[in-house]
């Protein structure tokens, strides 16, 4: 189902994901707002998401349910040229804030074909930037307002929710994106649809 991040104190899981071991997330006492932010990873334990019932959950994995969503068939190209595909065909689970084919082609012309180009290099780092170890759902993200979210590719990004409720993250290159489509449920994880290409820095 598609909606905005609604306003809850929750934390989503964490679990281990291409050999990374699962870190703990810092503590959720209030902070002044002169002190850096911490990094943030989500933790089995702090997590109050409910499971959908059998009857509603996903058959497809995350590759799957993306091709058959469709507007993602650049973002299948780069997964299967750097290997990835098998990845997030397992079990995980994994959430990946997938951008569009309009956000990849919004790039600077030849970026993608550069990338591409280095499929075990550069593009990789780039895609599991895009992807958070564990299921965060929309419910899950209030808590991790104005904080940073490691990723797989083991760099951060930083979360902001609007006034609005609108959500957008913001990359270690200093741009930012919008999330536009949340909580795309696969068998092994969530996918959030996203309006541009998040990178490392």
């Known amino acids: 189902m598609n909606h905005r991040f609604r306003r809850v104190s929750a934390?989503?899981?964490?679990?281990?994901?291409?050999?990374?071991?699962?870190?703990?997330?810092?503590?959720?006492?209030?902070?002044?707002?002169?002190?850096?932010?911490?990094?943030?990873?989500?933790?089995?334990?702090?997590?109050?998401?409910?499971?959908?019932?059998?009857?509603?959950?996903?058959?497809?994995?995350?590759?799957?349910?993306?091709?058959?969503a469709g507007g993602f068939s650049t973002l299948l190209t780069a997964v299967k040229a750097a290997g990835l595909e098998e990845t997030l065909r397992g079990d995980g689970p994994f959430t990946v804030f997938a951008p569009t084919d309009d956000a990849f082609a919004a790039l600077p012309a030849g970026?993608?074909?550069?990338?591409?180009?280095?499929?075990?290099g550069q593009l990789k780092?780039?895609?599991?930037?895009?992807?958070?170890?564990?299921?965060?759902?929309?419910?899950?993200?209030?808590g991790?307002?104005?904080?940073?979210?490691?990723?797989?590719?083991?760099?951060?990004?930083?979360?902001?929710?609007?006034?609005?409720?609108g959500v957008s993250l913001t990359d270690g290159a200093g741009n930012t994106v919008k999330v536009v489509t949340t909580d795309v449920q696969a068998s092994n994880g969530v996918i959030h649809v996203i309006d541009g290409v998040l990178l490392p820095g």
Not at 24 to 53: H, L, M, W
Not at 111 to 120: H, I, K, V
């Open 125 to 142: 780092s780039i895609l599991t930037y895009h992807v958070v170890p564990g299921k965060v759902m929309a419910a899950d993200v209030a």
């Open 111 to 120: 970026t993608l074909d550069q990338l591409l180009a280095d499929p075990s």
């Open 11 to 68: 934390l989503a899981l964490v679990v281990p994901l291409l050999g990374l071991a699962a870190c703990s997330d810092d503590g959720d006492d209030a902070a002044s707002s002169n002190e850096p932010v911490a990094t943030t990873t989500i933790q089995d334990e702090a997590t109050t998401t409910t499971a959908a019932p059998a009857d509603e959950q996903q058959s497809a994995d995350i590759v799957d349910t993306a091709t058959k």
């Open 144 to 165: 991790l307002d104005g904080k940073d979210v490691t990723t797989v590719n083991g760099a951060t990004f930083r979360v902001q929710i609007g006034e609005d409720g």
